[in-house]
Nanobody, 127 residues
């Protein structure tokens, strides 16, 4: 499974961004709805932090307390894409944002639960 995160950029405090995570598979018969998706971020000198997860069919989500009420995870299985809508952004949200996939997973915290990782996209919140 290959994952590509996009949609990052520079935004002012209080602003919004929507990140996308596009998935593809090398093998024939790849099915995006076989995988839970998690969003994580990593700032310089800090550990990778779980933000949000969505299960493989999109019926259940999990959020870190630090982003609950500000970030929303969603997925469109027909487009093989997951999203992270980020509102009310703060300077402390500045980091590289990554998406990851877990086979038939619930979208739970814990980077070790995820089998596949994509390249990150930089989000900078600054005036």
């Amino acid at each position: 499974v290959q994952l590509q995160a996009s949609g990052g950029g520079l935004v002012q405090p209080g602003g919004s961004l929507r990140l996308s995570c596009a998935a593809s598979g090398a093998a024939s018969g790849f099915s995006f709805d076989y995988y839970a998706i998690g969003w994580f971020r990593q700032a310089p000198g800090k550990e990778r932090e779980f933000l949000a997860g969505i299960n493989f069919i999109g019926s259940s989500t999990n959020y870190a307390d630090s982003v609950k009420g500000r970030f929303t995870i969603s997925r469109d299985n027909a487009k093989n894409t997951a999203y992270l809508q980020m509102n009310s952004l703060k300077p402390e949200d500045t980091a590289v944002y990554l998406c990851a996939a877990e086979t038939l997973g619930p979208g739970r915290p814990g980077a070790g639960n995820y089998n596949f990782w994509g390249q990150g996209t930089q989000v900078t919140v600054s005036s």
